[in-house]
């Protein structure tokens, strides 16, 4: 299924083993550095739903209670609205980037190493990488999660601990990596991942509203001494900014036909506006309906028929598969293209492998998953030194580089403010994240059941 636009054939789908290619692009000559994955095949519409798949997925259970609790009504409303602005404003600079000097820079780690050099190209992959492994070991905890809620509607033994469910979560991402080859293939999947979404959503909602019109009347005082409240509230903002980014837009800018710029506008635009919606629903209705009492994962919260409840939480442990490889497609591209791994995705060498070396990686993410399955703390401390860096900060300096001769004088101070505003907050949120780590660390031990 090809969710929308045109056939992709008239352009390059991806480099040949010989060199690179280039394809015209309003009449200009754009180079397109070497992959063993397929670009330039996707509409518009297609890379909206996966930007939307992101925003979506069962992270979005979790926001009332990481966002909404420690901001309150005013905080968290504006806080929301806020960091979707700003974000559809960082993520829009790296999309107007995409093809600058001439070349197609399909990786974040290309367009920092054009602009600045090899210093940058090396250090800009460790901070995607760490911030993209730590978001993948969140989501097989998710996913676990969910296993474990759908096994205590019918169970009430507790044989089955929450690192039993983390080791088959993880087993099915790997079935879903190994049959997936690339992140255009995903295709009906992202049908079927927007379906699953809204299940898990619109019951979390409909629960949670019926349970708001029959609970009395709900806490929704910030608790805490003055000294916690700050850093919670500091911590919640990296939260905010979490929930909208992926630290990966030039990979995901990579699959969408000419006129790349054009068409990866369309598709932001797209997932900064029908595309919150549902978040936005389900975090503002859990808060309402539960306040200061609202669950990490909403779905603990909620009361009704358990044949419903079990279709969310099903609901959110297949849309965690389809999110979870979306996020993991960088280093499986890198690892691909790195091995030569081209061609038929079912001959035996390619299948070999993916099975080998996705199994491998996504093994090692269970372990960690399992190990650490209160892993928010350590996941607010890589928002802090990865997200911030990545999606505002670097965003705004590169713009600020690429461009220089073309900025006026005032908007070279507004990015320069935007650098030095990111760098304190992503400062400020990397104390309050260690700070929550220590604090948090003599209630939690390894391989916990929580």
Known sequence: MNMGGQDGNDVVAGASASGRKAYSDDHLAVEI????????QDSWFQVGFVLTTGINSAYVLGYSAAVMVPLGWIGGVVGLILATAISLYANSLVAKLHEYGGKRHIRYRDLAGFIYGKNAYSLTWGL????????NVGYIILAGSALKALYV???DDNDMKLPYFIAIAGVACGLFAIAIP?????RIWLAFSTLFSLLYIVIAFGLALKDGIEAPSRDYN????KVSRIFTTIGASANLVFAFNTGMLPEIQATIRPPVVGNMMKALYFQFTVGVLPMYAVTFMGYWAYGSKASAYLLNNVNGPIWLKAVANISAFLQTIIA????????YEYLDTRYGIKGSALAIRNLS????????????????????PFLGDFMSLTGA????????????????????HKLTSLQKNWHWLNVGFFAVVSLAAAVAAMRLIVVDSSFYHVFADL
């Open 353 to 372: 492998f993916r099975v080998l070396v996705r199994g491998g990686y996504l093994a090692i993410t269970t372990f960690v998953a399992a190990l650490l």
């Open 222 to 225: 910030i608790h805490g001494t």
């Open 33 to 40: 550095p070497d992959t063993a994955h397929q670009i330039s």
């Open 324 to 331: 979870l490889h979306i996020f993991a497609s960088p280093m």
């Open 153 to 155: 509607l019918f169970r």
């Open 182 to 186: 690339h992140l255009s293939a995903l």
């Open 128 to 135: 995607q990488y760490v911030n993209l492994f730590m978001i």
């Open 385 to 404: 030194i990865s997200t911030f860096p990545l999606t505002f900060i670097l965003a705004n300096h590169m713009y600020l580089v690429a461009k220089k």
